[in-house]
């Protein structure tokens, strides 16, 4: 998937320009996400060279040796306290940067996401009808809303995907570009196989659209998914790897929500396509930041027709988290970890969003070293010897019993790896194991902060943790 996304965006970079070559153009929008929001970015100007576009990138900082573009290496020049390189300019859409400072002990790499938005040079992916607004998320990194007249929403989605919401009783606008897929409202009848999914769905009151699941009533960890299943209010239509396609056609899925696991099984995909059932990835679980995956609500509250309800949720979550985090780190440090069939320790990328909590609880998240530079998965596996160098001194451990099975006793620990009897946080029984259900709790990410922070203070009710004994 990445290399066909590198693949558009090159093919966009060969498209032909509506301008003159050697003309200089100044940006309608630009916005950037991400740092920590001492340095600011601009872009001044856009220029044409031939049929590609160039933009200028100031950084407010001295300190900025160079931006990395899809591998592709553009060294700064320095003027007074601005740092600033030309680099290839994907106009109209958001795209990442890695960029380079110095500023800290050693040299660092921030990522920076950006919208140059250049209005003459913008196509008319909805013919006919007005663009009022583009919607950049507030933490989300995954998406973008296009908002057009008649209440009619463009969304894209990190990886290529478009989807043109329709209102009820609105025309389908003629002349879109055949990627873009069309979803007319209300939608009714969903297919469910991301199921981290369900928990925004829930907290809009968009249950009683979801009528097909990829798993099982005893495998959900939301109570009314469970009870809508129980009582077949949702029916179990195949994993995600085997749908019912005989059902979902009978009757009438309107559009199936996968998980990224879809890519791994393309032909089911474009089944389901062929079928005429569009296919929603989500990706979610790619945001860094905790309050980007849960702000994927206002996505379903388009796709649902409950933006009022998924706005006023998002927004008192991230009250929540913002109430909750705290700026010291003098927490404790914090390994959040699994063992997996091999014996390997299974760690959370540090630019994870499970990280960035603990963090927020005002922990320090070990090992620190658990990712490669340019590395995007949100998992990292290394050997038990390489994690006891990083963790054994950590002054907590949380098992992760996601995908294996909870631990039952300290004992149950150290048995799958007697190395675990000398780790700090054994001997002074602070151990504690992450219940299955946390992933599928989406929706409300600051109860796994206030557990965290219940667990340095050693007191308070605990949602999604369980200390072990």
Not at 17 to 32: H, K, Q, R, S
Not at 351 to 358: A, F, T
Request: charged fraction near 20%; proline fraction near 5%.
């Amino acid at each position: 998937m990445k290399r066909h996304l590198i693949l558009l965006l090159f093919l966009l970079l060969l498209m032909p320009l509506p301008v003159a070559a050697g003309e200089t153009l100044t940006p309608d929008t630009f916005i950037f996400r991400g740092g920590s929001g001492r340095v600011t970015l601009s872009c001044t100007e856009v220029r044409v060279d031939a049929d590609r576009a160039y933009a200028r990138i100031s950084f407010d900082s001295p300190r900025y040796t160079r931006i990395l573009l899809d591998g592709t290496e553009y060294p700064t020049q320095q003027e007074e306290a601005v740092s600033w390189a030309e680099i290839p300019a994907f106009l109209n859409r958001s795209f990442d940067i890695q960029a380079t400072t110095t500023a800290m002990s050693q040299p660092h790499d921030i990522t920076y996401t950006l919208y140059i938005g250049v209005d003459k040079l913008a196509g008319e992916e909805v013919p006919g009808l007005q663009k009022l607004s583009v919607t950049v998320p507030q933490y989300a990194r995954g998406f973008t809303v296009d908002e057009y007249e008649n209440g009619l929403a463009l969304i894209r989605i990190t990886e290529g995907q478009r989807f043109l919401v329709v209102p009820e009783g609105q025309p389908v606008p003629e002349g879109l570009h055949p990627d873009i897929r069309v979803l007319t409202l209300p939608l009714q009848n969903v297919y469910l196989a991301a199921t981290s999914v369900m928990s925004l769905a829930d907290a809009t009151g968009a249950l009683d659209q979801i009528a097909f699941s990829s798993i099982r009533a005893e495998e959900w960890e939301i109570p009314a998914a469970r009870e809508a299943m129980e009582q077949d209010r949702i029916r179990f239509a195949g994993k995600y790897d085997a749908p019912d396609y005989e059902l979902l056609v009978r009757e009438g899925c309107d559009l199936a929500i996968e998980s990224t696991m879809i890519g791994h099984s393309p032909k089911i995909m474009e089944m389901l396509e062929l079928l005429g059932i569009p296919v929603w990835v989500d990706r979610s679980s790619y945001e860094p930041h905790p309050l980007g995956r849960t702000e994927w609500i206002r996505l379903y509250g388009i796709l649902f027709g409950k933006r009022a309800e998924a706005d006023r949720f998002f927004e008192e979550q991230a009250a929540r988290v913002t109430e909750l985090s705290v700026v010291s780190g003098d927490g404790g440090t914090v390994a959040f970890f699994y063992i997996n069939a091999n014996g390997a320790v299974v760690v959370r990328n540090v630019s994870d969003y499970i990280p960035e909590m603990i963090r927020m609880a005002g922990g320090t998240y070990v090992p620190e070293k658990a990712a490669a530079a340019g590395v995007t998965a949100a998992s990292v596996t290394m050997s038990m010897e390489s994690f006891y160098q990083e963790a054994s001194e950590a002054d907590y451990l949380i098992y992760n019993a996601a995908i294996d099975a909870p631990l039952t006793s300290v004992s149950d620990l150290v048995a799958r790896n007697s190395l675990f009897s000398s780790f700090k946080a054994v001997q002074s029984g602070q151990v504690y194991c992450a219940q299955r259900r946390m992933y599928q709790a989406t929706a409300t990410v600051s109860d796994f902060i206030l557990d965290v922070r219940n667990m340095f203070e050693g007191q308070g009710e605990m949602t999604f943790l369980t200390q072990v004994r």
